[in-house]
């Protein structure tokens, strides 16, 4: 089963994560996103903010979350110990960070 997409008129249209970071990281070594939010306060408690990841080809993989409003994060299990993701309340923007890079990390990181 496929998940079908629902999209409801002006319901978190105002929202924009703005990604920055560097475009490559090196095997053993880390890669660092950050993601700007505009439009919404990062610490509201009706949003949490999600990274995920697509391979060339692949499917979206999703790497962990932040709530930032109760200081709470979860990490999906096959990157558990790898990743970071952590909140800059004062500047509004989430941070993720890979550890321990491989070849099977090449793909496209997004902020959500």
Request: aromatic share 10%.
């Amino acid at each position: 089963i496929s998940p079908l997409p629902f999209v409801f008129p002006g319901t978190l249209s105002h929202i924009k994560m703005v990604a920055s970071g560097p475009k490559e990281g090196r095997v053993s070594g880390s890669l660092s996103l950050t993601c700007t939010v505009k439009g919404a306060p990062l610490d509201s408690p009706r949003y949490d903010w999600n990274c995920v990841r697509q391979a060339p080809g692949g499917e979206l993989q999703f790497l962990g979350w932040i709530y930032p409003f109760g200081n709470n994060t979860g990490y999906a299990p096959a990157f558990q110990g790898r990743v970071t993701i952590s909140a800059d309340k004062d500047k509004n923007k989430v941070s993720l960070k890979l550890h321990a890079l491989t070849a099977l990390d090449t793909a496209t990181y997004f902020c959500a």
